[in-house]
Structure formats: C-alpha cells, structure tokens
C-alpha cells in the first residue's frame, strides 16, 4: 500500500530550465509535507516544506506547490544547476503523528 | 562532528547471525528515528524515541528487530538471525522536537548498509 508515489523514476532536464518533480499521495489525513534530497552515500537532506493550509511556499530557486483537491504536490526548481542532480523523495505525515511516509524517488540529472 | 553519526557505515554478515547498528544523535535532540530504505526504495519508518523511551515501534517489521536509546542519546538497532531480506541501508535522524514541530525537519545520518549473505 504505496500512500506516497512518485511515478517518474528519473527527469532529465537542461541546465538553466526548469526541473519539475511531481507526487501524488493517497491518505487524505497527511496534513504536512516534506522533500528531501539525496546524493550517493550520503543520508536525505531536508529541502523544503508544506503544511496542508498552504497551496504555495518558496524558498530562493525551489518551490512547493500543494493541490490538496487533486492530492498532488510538485517540486519546481527554477534555474536547474548541475548541483540540483540527485534523487528527490516526498515525504508525508499525518496530524500528530512523528513518522514520516516516503515515496520512491526520482532521479534527477541537470545536464550542462 | 556537529551530524548524525552512525556506525558502522558498511556491514556484511552471514544469515543467521545478530547484528547492532550505532546511532549517535545531534546534541539536544530528543527524537531519534530508525528508517530502513531498500534498493529503489524511499526509507521506511522503523521506530520513533521521544528521550529514552520508543513511542512509535509500529515500523518494526518482526520481532527479530529492537532497538534502544538507555540514556536518550545513543540508539542501537538490533536485528537478530538476520536473513537475507533483511539487506538494505539503516538510517538514523534525529530532531529537536520532533516531525511537528517547526518545519519537521529532520536531520538524517549517511547510514548502515547492511549485506545479509
């Protein structure tokens, strides 16, 4: 019972343009999401957040867009750097709850 | 260091045996978190500690998993008769409140991979 998906096992996208990573979640008791970033042999790195009373929240070059009737949310980074390249994981919780629920995963690779 | 430091990075061990994994927090944190995340896989919730005591065990797979945290600092995960299903990469994080508070950030160590042959 996979509640948090991430359909795109890998995105390719150009340096300079625009990465955009989607999720989609199933539990409609999540009221607060997460995305962390992964590099090889290194452990996740919190990114950015959202609670489920925003649709929209930015923080320099990322931003999370939230649409709650659709239980969907994307990560948009804008300009992509070859840095951006790593894998990408939603996360979910539940109101009062500590654990978090992760998807698979998506690759992205900036190409130069 | 100033992370999560978990030890050891690289485990390989023969089925059956017992294996402990170390879980050194960040200073001032008191909750601690096992996640397991297996090839192509997003880590899975293992066990929650809010101080020395395990609030969230409902992650663990089996009763051959256990894990501490005696003096709500260092955890061990214990996996006893380890089995081959068992392989995959054990993180550990930590934070200061917890996932509700502030931005629920919580600060991963790099993890235990563990080869079950």
């Known amino acids: 019972d996979q509640q948090v998906k991430q359909n795109s096992p890998s995105l390719s996208v150009q340096e300079g343009r625009i990465s955009i990573l989607n999720c989609d979640y199933t539990n409609s008791m999540f009221d607060y999401f997460l995305w962390y970033k992964k590099y090889p042999a290194e452990g996740p790195t919190f990114l950015i957040s959202i609670s489920s009373i925003k649709d929209k929240n930015e923080d320099g070059r990322f931003t999370v867009f939230l649409n709650k009737s659709a239980k969907h949310l994307s990560l948009h980074i804008v300009p992509s750097q070859p840095g951006d390249s790593a894998v990408y994981f939603c996360?979910?919780?539940?109101?009062?709850?500590?654990?978090?629920?992760f998807g698979q995963g998506t690759r992205l690779t900036i190409n130069p | 260091g100033a992370g999560v430091s978990q030890t050891p990075s690289n485990k390989v061990t023969e089925k059956g045996k017992y294996v402990e994994l170390r879980c050194d927090p960040i200073s001032g944190h008191t909750a601690l978190y096992w996640y397991r995340q297996s090839l192509g896989q997003g880590p899975e919730f293992l066990i929650y500690?809010?101080?020395?005591?395990?609030?969230?065990d409902s992650g663990l797979p089996n009763d051959r998993f256990f894990a501490v945290r005696p003096e709500g600092s260092v955890s061990t995960l214990k996996i006893q008769r380890t089995e081959r299903g068992d392989s995959a990469v054990y993180l550990c994080a930590s934070s200061l409140g917890g996932v509700n508070a502030n931005t629920g950030e919580l600060f991963f160590g790099e993890g235990s991979r563990l080869t079950v042959l």
């Open positions: 996360a979910a919780r539940k109101q009062g709850a500590q654990k978090l629920v």
């Open positions: 500690f809010q101080g020395t005591g395990a609030a969230d």
